[in-house]
C-alpha cells in the first residue's frame, strides 16, 4: 500500500491535484481519507459560539482517530470514516464505509503538520499557491457551498486563515518531497506524481506475483 499525504493552505489547489491523479488511475485503486473529515465533534458547543471555532488550528483535528483509520486500512482492515457538517459544526451520524486499496490519500491544509501521521506516509507533498489567488478560491467556495457571505470569508481570512496558515501550514512545506507551485495547474509535477505512483504500483504488482509464485513452488510436492 501506497500512502500519500497532501497538504497546502487553503484555496491552494489540493483537491484539483487529488481529483487529476484518481482520474489518471485505474479505478478503484485509490483511497481519499479528506482531512476535513476528521475535524473534533463541536455539538457540546454552544451554537453561538460554533462560528468562532478556529478550523486551521491543528487542535481542530481529530489526530488520533485519522492515524488509527489509517493504519486500520494499511493492515487490510475496512474502516468507517466520519462525516462532517460545516453548516452545524459537527460530526454526523452517517458514515462512509471505506475498504482498503493500493493507494490511499491523506488531503488536507494540516496533512503533514502531525509527527506520527508523517511517519505512516510513504510520500509527503505540498501544494503551492499564491495568496491572491488562494483567496479567491475561498471566497467562492465558502459563500456557495459553506453558506457564509463574502464579509464573513473576509474577516475569517484576515483573523484566521492568514494567521494560521503563517503559523502552523507553511512551515509544514519543509516536510515535503515533493512540492507543487501554481496548484492544480502544474500539469507537469502532477505527470511526475502519478509517475511516481504507477511506478509503486507496478512494483507492488510485481512483488505480490513473485511471492505468490514462491508460495506455491514451496507448497507444491513433487509426485516423482
Same mark, same amino acid.
Request: proline share 6%; hydrophobic share 35%; glycine share 6%.
Given at each position: ?8 493552505? @487553503?484555496? !491552494?489547489?489540493? *483537491?484539483?491535484?487529488? +481529483? ?6 485505474? $479505478?478503484?485503486? /485509490? =483511497? ?50 466520519? @462525516?462532517? !457538517?460545516?453548516? *452545524?459544526?459537527?460530526? +454526523? ?6 475498504? $482498503?486499496?493500493? /493507494? =490511499? ?120
Amino acid at each position: 500500500m501506497l500512502i500519500i499525504g497532501i497538504a497546502g493552505g @487553503t484555496g !491552494s489547489g489540493k *483537491t484539483t491535484v487529488v +481529483q487529476k491523479i484518481i482520474e489518471s488511475l485505474p $479505478p478503484g485503486e /485509490v =483511497v481519499l481519507l479528506p482531512q476535513d473529515s476528521y475535524y473534533k465533534d463541536s455539538s457540546h458547543v454552544p451554537v453561538e459560539e460554533r462560528q468562532f471555532i478556529n478550523f486551521d488550528h491543528p487542535d481542530a483535528f481529530d489526530w488520533a482517530l485519522l492515524s488509527k483509520q489509517l493504519n486500520m486500512l494499511k493492515e487490510g482492515k475496512s474502516i468507517e470514516q466520519p @462525516t462532517y !457538517s460545516y453548516i *452545524t459544526c459537527t460530526r +454526523q451520524p452517517e458514515t462512509i464505509h471505506i475498504e $482498503p486499496r493500493d /493507494v =490511499v490519500i491523506v488531503e488536507g491544509i494540516l496533512a503533514l503538520c502531525d509527527p506520527k501521521l508523517r511517519s505512516q506516509m510513504n510520500l509527503k507533498v505540498f501544494v503551492d499557491a499564491d495568496p491572491d489567488e488562494r483567496l479567491i478560491r475561498v471566497i467562492s467556495r465558502d459563500v456557495v457551498e459553506r453558506g457564509r457571505t463574502a464579509e464573513m470569508v473576509m474577516e475569517r481570512y484576515t483573523h484566521v486563515l492568514k494567521p494560521m496558515h503563517l503559523q502552523f501550514i507553511e512551515p509544514t512545506k519543509r516536510y515535503a518531497d515533493l512540492i507543487v507551485p501554481q496548484g492544480g495547474n502544474n500539469k507537469v509535477a502532477i505527470d511526475i506524481l502519478t509517475m511516481y505512483i504507477e511506478k509503486n504500483l507496478k512494483n507492488s504488482t510485481k512483488n505480490k506475483f513473485c511471492y505468490a509464485v514462491h508460495s506455491i513452488g514451496k507448497n507444491t510436492v513433487s509426485r516423482y
